[in-house]
């Protein structure tokens, strides 16, 4: 009864944030703060310190200062490996933004069945990089796989593409284009599902032909996902280590040994957690310089 | 006529292009699935064997009753649920105080929890190893959940302040003037409300534990430990790679992924395309 009549006098509803200070928004973002704090930001000191001392497993040793990166710049290989990522890189986007695009357009058109097509069109992408990996190498076996198979007929030649240093690093871009597009088709399926069908009409009406419509409405309105996506998988295919590593173990001779794989190896393989720590913060800033770029390159065209 | 042709022509080249891309995409799976249920003399031939003539399930049998494969099963459904649940409930609270509280540092912890998103997996590995060795909880699930659940905080706090967003603030009002406490209020009103948001987050954990190799490649040495996927990359490092079995073990492990994403496509979707798109 007596809450009614407090209602009616001073409405609480313009208050919602009270001024008065309160324990609950503190308790509320604790955990999470913490556990971020702890297996994110921790590790980053603790990479900065491991990379500054020469180890033995997870022990530090005496402290080292650079040394152990003045050892990855001298190392010619570390140089190698970081050439094979631009490669890996580079190939796969040159591949995947053309072949998403496609999909997603196919996908936009009105068509039978649409909703089937457009799952089955994006299935690769629950596919782990482990499955994924051990599924396109079996396809791809140089004894027994039926791609092996089919290359062998088609050019009568030797066809184990994974046996050569070339045919590795272009099967295993193939196989991260597989893996990787649907994200980006569906990216740009929503970027064109938001370009009004009036703007099409009326530059139809003006006499334009597909070409142009594609050239002067399409491509300007998916420019800003073209960058993110550029952003996202960039960032993806430069870190990649699973798909790499199972698939081809970086090899044959180190043909398609990347920055980040050889990471992963200097530290779980050959023990070295200090100069893998090193590495891996190398990796963190060409991210950091990439991202930086990317959003500068949004930035200056457009606005 | 001409353009009506034309139509005709497009839509017939359209459909030969999507059936192109699905085939494309289903060209592993049922190389994998047709391998998996072939009897053993079918397997090593060449010219390949399209098709297991008669198919049998032999390898099957043979996976999951000889070798260490339904353990890793286990551990896998374990550390994932475990993940989950920890995952949730640390940023279902976290989400929530970003959407509803002004305080001092909000905007600083948003960004900040973004910008550990942006750390690379691979380069914290070797420290997170140190450290997980030196908590002495190297080659455990508890190790394991907690990196899982941190690693998804970030993006699971995003998603869902938004969420919570979105739900009415006058509803919440209306529960406390008849007597809620602000908790209650969150527990029985913003988050039933944002089932859909939860949801889209609960897959996005499910999918990224199921699918990791590398956090549970570092972190655990045993069998009685390991995970699916690093339990699969064994398969074909230790023995020499008997594939039926290979395959028929990838097959089960893909079981649950592909539910999912059967079952709940869109929320897939909607939750990883935020994930996208936040950058």
């Known amino acids: 009864m007596s809450l009614a009549i407090t209602v009616t006098e001073a409405p609480p509803v313009a208050t919602p944030r009270r001024p008065r200070r309160s324990w609950l928004p503190l308790a509320f973002i604790a955990p999470a703060t913490a556990l971020v704090i702890a297996v994110s930001i921790y590790?980053?000191?603790?990479?900065?310190?491991?990379?500054?001392?020469?180890?033995?497993?997870?022990?530090?040793?005496?402290?080292?200062?650079?040394?152990?990166?003045?050892?990855?710049?001298?190392?010619?290989?570390?140089?190698?490996?970081?050439?094979?990522?631009?490669?890996?890189?580079?190939?796969?986007?040159?591949?995947?933004?053309?072949?998403?695009?496609?999909?997603?357009?196919?996908?936009?058109?009105?068509?039978?069945?649409?909703?089937?097509?457009?799952?089955?069109?994006?299935?690769?992408?629950?596919?782990?990089?482990?499955?994924?990996?051990?599924?396109?190498?079996?396809?791809?076996?140089?004894?027994?796989?039926?791609?092996?198979?089919?290359?062998?007929?088609?050019?009568?030649?030797?066809?184990?593409?994974l046996a050569s240093p070339t045919g590795a690093m272009a099967a295993l871009v193939g196989v991260n284009v597989w893996s990787s597009y649907p994200m980006a088709a569906l990216l740009f399926l929503a970027a064109l599902q938001t370009i009004p069908a009036d703007l099409?009409?009326?530059?139809?009406?003006?006499?334009?032909?597909?070409?142009?419509?594609?050239?002067?409405?399409?491509?300007?309105?998916?420019?800003?996902?073209?960058?993110?996506?550029?952003?996202?998988?960039?960032?993806?295919?430069?870190?990649?280590v699973t798909l790499i590593y199972v698939l081809t173990g970086g090899g044959p001779v180190g043909s398609t040994q990347t920055l980040a794989l050889r990471v992963l190896k200097m530290s779980f393989e050959n023990w070295d957690l200090g100069r893998g720590a090193a590495l891996g913060l190398v990796l963190t800033f060409v991210n950091l310089a990439l991202s930086l770029f990317y959003v500068r390159a949004l930035r200056s065209p457009h606005r | 006529m001409r353009s009506a042709r034309r139509l005709v022509v497009g839509n017939a080249l359209a459909g030969v292009g999507a059936l192109a891309v699905i085939a494309i995409a289903l060209l592993p799976v049922a190389w994998g699935l047709s391998t998996s249920l072939k009897p053993a003399s079918q397997i090593l031939s060449f010219p390949p064997k399209w098709l297991p003539d008669p198919p049998t399930l032999a390898s099957y049998v043979q996976v999951w009753e000889q070798s260490n494969l339904p353990i890793y099963f286990r551990n896998s459904v374990i550390v994932t649920l475990a993940a989950l649940v920890v995952a949730l409930a640390v940023s279902v609270h976290a989400a929530y105080?970003?959407?509803?509280?002004?305080?001092?540092?909000?905007?600083?912890?948003?960004?900040?929890?973004?910008?550990?998103?942006?750390?690379?997996?691979?380069?914290?590995?070797?420290?997170?190893?140190?450290?997980?060795?030196?908590?002495?909880?190297?080659?455990?699930?508890?190790?394991?959940?907690?990196?899982?659940?941190?690693?998804?905080?970030?993006?699971?706090?995003?998603?869902?302040?938004?969420?919570?967003?979105?739900?009415?603030?006058?509803?919440?009002?209306?529960?406390?003037?008849?007597?809620?406490?602000?908790?209650?209020?969150?527990?029985?009103?913003?988050?039933?409300?944002?089932?859909?948001?939860?949801?889209?987050?609960?897959?996005?954990?499910?999918?990224?534990?199921?699918?990791?190799?590398?956090?549970?490649?570092?972190?655990?040495?045993?069998?009685?430990?390991?995970?699916?996927?690093?339990?699969?990359?064994?398969?074909?490092s230790n023995y020499g790679v008997e594939w039926g079995q290979l395959t028929a073990a990838t097959m089960i492990a893909l079981v649950p992924v592909v539910a999912v994403f059967f079952l709940l496509q869109r929320r897939l979707v909607e939750g990883l395309m935020a994930g996208a798109l936040k950058g």
Request: aromatic residues 12%; proline residues 5%; hydrophobic residues 55%.
């Open chain 1, 43 to 161: 590790p980053v000191f603790d990479a900065v310190l491991l990379s500054l001392h020469a180890t033995r497993y997870a022990q530090k040793l005496q402290f080292v200062g650079l040394d152990n990166y003045l050892a990855l710049l001298k190392d010619h290989t570390v140089w190698d490996d970081a050439l094979t990522a631009v490669v890996y890189t580079v190939g796969s986007l040159a591949l995947v933004i053309p072949y998403a695009l496609a999909v997603a357009l196919l996908l936009n058109r009105p068509m039978r069945f649409r909703g089937v097509v457009r799952t089955l069109a994006i299935l690769p992408w629950v596919f782990s990089q482990t499955v994924t990996a051990l599924l396109w190498g079996w396809l791809l076996n140089p004894e027994f796989g039926p791609v092996t198979y089919v290359a062998q007929q088609v050019t009568g030649g030797p066809a184990a593409l």
């Open chain 1, 200 to 240: 099409y009409e009326a530059m139809r009406m003006d006499g334009a032909g597909k070409v142009s419509l594609f050239r002067y409405i399409t491509v300007p309105m998916i420019t800003p996902t073209l960058v993110v996506i550029l952003i996202q998988l960039t960032l993806l295919y430069f870190n990649m």
């Open chain 2, 97 to 236: 105080a970003m959407a509803r509280f002004r305080f001092r540092g909000r905007n600083f912890v948003l960004v900040a929890l973004l910008a550990t998103s942006m750390i690379p997996g691979i380069a914290i590995l070797v420290p997170l190893y140190d450290l997980s060795v030196h908590a002495k909880l190297y080659d455990s699930f508890a190790g394991l959940v907690i990196v899982y659940a941190a690693w998804n905080v970030p993006i699971l706090v995003w998603l869902l302040r938004g969420f919570f967003e979105s739900v009415p603030i006058e509803l919440e009002e209306a529960a406390r003037i008849d007597g809620c406490s602000r908790l209650r209020a969150f527990y029985k009103i913003v988050l039933p409300m944002s089932q859909p948001g939860l949801l889209a987050a609960a897959i996005m954990v499910i999918m990224f534990v199921w699918n990791d190799f590398l956090i549970a490649f570092a972190l655990t040495i045993s069998e009685n430990r390991r995970l699916l996927s690093v339990g699969l990359y064994t398969y074909i």
